[in-house]
C-alpha cells in the first residue's frame, strides 16, 4: 500500500485528492491546524463512504510555519508521495497579509523540501504552483516556458516555492515538480473565490436570502477548469519516470463577466438586477489575461479536462441551490416547514 501525506487536505483540492488516493488504495496522511472549530467538512464524508477505504485516512495537526513537526511528521510516516497544497492562497488577501503570505505560501515550502533532504526519505514531492505565476502575461497562452511576472504578495510567494522545487530536484537529485495549475473551480471552493461567490450569491437570490452581489473588475478573464479532474494531473505527474514540471489547464479563458451571466442565467436571473461595482474588491495589481497550454500535460501525462466551462458554472450554481434546500434553516420566513 502507497502511503501518501497531503498539506492542504481540508482545502478544495485536497478533499479531491485525499478522494482519489483512497479510491486507488493509498494509505492516506493530511496535515491539519488546529482550530477552535471544526474545519474538516469537506473531507468528512470519506470516513462514511463505503466505496472509499475511509480506515486509511489520518490526520496529523501540523503547520507550515513549523519546521520540527514538519520533520518529525516526514520521518515517522516516511511517505512515498507528498503533496504540499497548503497555502496562504487568497490572492487578493495577500496584499493584506503578505508578510503571513510570504512565510506560509513561500517558506512553508522550503520548510518541507528541507525536511525531506534532512529526513533521506526516498519520497516523491509535489508543489502547487499557480497560474498566478504568469501575472503581467509575456505570452498567450502560457505554456511551461512562458516567463514569470507576478503581480501580487500571493503570486511573488508562489514563484520563490517554484523556484525552490526546481532548486532542490537540481541540487539534490530528489524526485520534486511543479504543477503550474490555472484556476479550477467546483462546489467545494472556498466561499470567499470569486466563482463561488458569484454560484452562492445566485442561490441565495434565487431563494430570497440575498438582494445584490457586489463584485470588483468583471473585465479579468480566467482559464478555467474543474478540480476533480486537475488533482488527477497531480498524481499522474508523481507516477512519471522522471520529475518535470507541467501546465495544467483548458486552454479556453472567460471573464468574470461571462461567468456572472452564465451563473444568474441557468437560474433564470438577469444579472445586471443584482450586481453592484465595489472598488473595495478590486486589486491593487491585476492580471488581466490567463489562458493555459496543457500540450505537454496531455502529451507526456495523457492528461486533458473534459468540463467545459458552461457546465462547470451549472454544476457550481445546482449544488449551492441544493445545498440550500437541504437545510431549511436557510429558507426565507413564510417557505420553512413546520416543525413536527
Same mark, same amino acid.
Request: net charge neutral.
Given at each position: 500500500?502507497?502511503?501518501?501525506?497531503?498539506?492542504?487536505?481540508?482545502?478544495?483540492?485536497?478533499?479531491?485528492?485525499?478522494?482519489?488516493?483512497?479510491?486507488?488504495?493509498?494509505?492516506?496522511?493530511? @496535515?491539519?491546524? &488546529?482550530?477552535?472549530?471544526?474545519?474538516?467538512?469537506?473531507?468528512?464524508?470519506?470516513?462514511?463512504?463505503?466505496?472509499?477505504?475511509?480506515?486509511?485516512?489520518?490526520?496529523?495537526?501540523?503547520?507550515?510555519?513549523?519546521?520540527?513537526?514538519?520533520?518529525?511528521?516526514?520521518?515517522?510516516?516516511?511517505?512515498?508521495?507528498?503533496?504540499?497544497?497548503?497555502?496562504?492562497?487568497?490572492? %487578493?488577501?495577500? $496584499?493584506?497579509?503578505?508578510?503571513?503570505?510570504?512565510?506560509?505560501?513561500?517558506?512553508?515550502?522550503?520548510? @518541507?523540501?528541507?525536511?525531506?533532504?534532512?529526513?533521506?526519505?526516498?519520497?516523491?514531492?509535489?508543489?502547487?504552483?499557480?497560474?498566478?505565476?504568469?501575472?503581467?502575461?509575456?505570452?498567450?497562452?502560457? *505554456?511551461?516556458?512562458?516567463?514569470?511576472?507576478? &503581480?501580487?504578495?500571493?503570486?511573488?510567494?508562489?514563484?520563490?516555492?517554484?523556484?525552490?522545487?526546481?532548486?532542490?530536484?537540481?541540487?539534490?537529485?530528489?524526485?520534486?515538480?511543479?504543477?503550474?495549475? $490555472?484556476?479550477?473551480?467546483?462546489? &467545494?471552493?472556498?466561499?470567499?473565490?470569486?466563482?463561488?461567490?458569484? *454560484?452562492?450569491?445566485?442561490? %441565495? @437570490?434565487?431563494?430570497?436570502?440575498?438582494?445584490?452581489?457586489?463584485?470588483?473588475?468583471?473585465?479579468?478573464?480566467?482559464?478555467?477548469?474543474?478540480?476533480?479532474?486537475?488533482?488527477?494531473?497531480?498524481?499522474?505527474?508523481?507516477?512519471?519516470?522522471?520529475?518535470?514540471?507541467?501546465?495544467?489547464?483548458?486552454?479556453?479563458?472567460?471573464?468574470?463577466?461571462?461567468?456572472?451571466?452564465?451563473?444568474?442565467?441557468?437560474?433564470?436571473?438577469?444579472?445586471?438586477?443584482? /450586481?453592484?461595482?465595489?472598488?473595495?474588491?478590486?486589486?491593487?495589481?491585476?492580471?488581466?489575461?490567463?489562458?493555459?497550454?496543457?500540450?505537454?500535460?496531455?502529451?507526456?501525462?495523457?492528461?486533458?479536462?473534459?468540463?467545459? $466551462?458552461?457546465?462547470? /458554472?451549472?454544476?457550481?450554481?445546482?449544488?449551492?441551490?441544493?445545498?440550500?434546500?437541504?437545510?431549511?434553516?436557510?429558507?426565507?420566513?413564510?417557505?420553512?416547514?413546520?416543525?413536527?
Amino acid at each position: 500500500m502507497k502511503k501518501a501525506l497531503i498539506t492542504g487536505i481540508t482545502g478544495q483540492d485536497g478533499s479531491y485528492l485525499a478522494e482519489l488516493l483512497l479510491k486507488k488504495g493509498y494509505e492516506v496522511h493530511g @496535515i491539519i491546524r &488546529r482550530a477552535s472549530t471544526f474545519n474538516t467538512s469537506r473531507i468528512d464524508h470519506l470516513y462514511l463512504d463505503p466505496h472509499i477505504h475511509g480506515v486509511h485516512l489520518f490526520l496529523h495537526y501540523g503547520d507550515l510555519a513549523d519546521s520540527v513537526n514538519l520533520v518529525k511528521l516526514i520521518y515517522d510516516l516516511k511517505p512515498d508521495e507528498i503533496y504540499h497544497l497548503g497555502a496562504q492562497s487568497h490572492v %487578493r488577501v495577500s $496584499f493584506d497579509i503578505p508578510e503571513y503570505t510570504g512565510d506560509v505560501t513561500g517558506l512553508g515550502t522550503i520548510r @518541507i523540501l528541507e525536511a525531506i533532504r534532512e529526513t533521506g526519505v526516498k519520497t516523491r514531492f509535489y508543489q502547487a504552483s499557480s497560474s498566478e505565476l504568469y501575472g503581467k502575461v509575456q505570452a498567450v497562452p502560457q *505554456t511551461e516556458t512562458t516567463p514569470f511576472w507576478p &503581480r501580487s504578495p500571493y503570486a511573488v510567494a508562489k514563484l520563490y516555492a517554484y523556484w525552490a522545487t526546481v532548486n532542490y530536484r537540481e541540487s539534490y537529485g530528489m524526485f520534486a515538480c511543479n504543477g503550474i495549475l $490555472f484556476n479550477h473551480e467546483s462546489p &467545494r471552493r472556498g466561499e470567499t473565490f470569486v466563482t463561488r461567490k458569484v *454560484t452562492r450569491a445566485v442561490a %441565495r @437570490i434565487k431563494k430570497g436570502l440575498q438582494k445584490e452581489l457586489f463584485l470588483g473588475n468583471l473585465e479579468s478573464k480566467r482559464d478555467w477548469g474543474y478540480a476533480p479532474e486537475y488533482v488527477e494531473g497531480m498524481w499522474r505527474m508523481l507516477q512519471q519516470d522522471a520529475a518535470e514540471d507541467y501546465v495544467l489547464a483548458t486552454n479556453e479563458t472567460h471573464s468574470i463577466q461571462e461567468l456572472v451571466e452564465a451563473a444568474f442565467a441557468h437560474a433564470g436571473l438577469d444579472w445586471k438586477q443584482y /450586481v453592484k461595482y465595489d472598488a473595495r474588491y478590486e486589486r491593487p495589481a491585476e492580471v488581466d489575461l490567463l489562458i493555459g497550454d496543457p500540450a505537454k500535460a496531455k502529451a507526456q501525462l495523457g492528461w486533458e479536462p473534459h468540463t467545459k $466551462f458552461a457546465q462547470l /458554472v451549472k454544476i457550481m450554481v445546482d449544488a449551492d441551490i441544493a445545498a440550500l434546500e437541504e437545510n431549511p434553516s436557510l429558507q426565507p420566513e413564510g417557505k420553512r416547514p413546520s416543525p413536527p
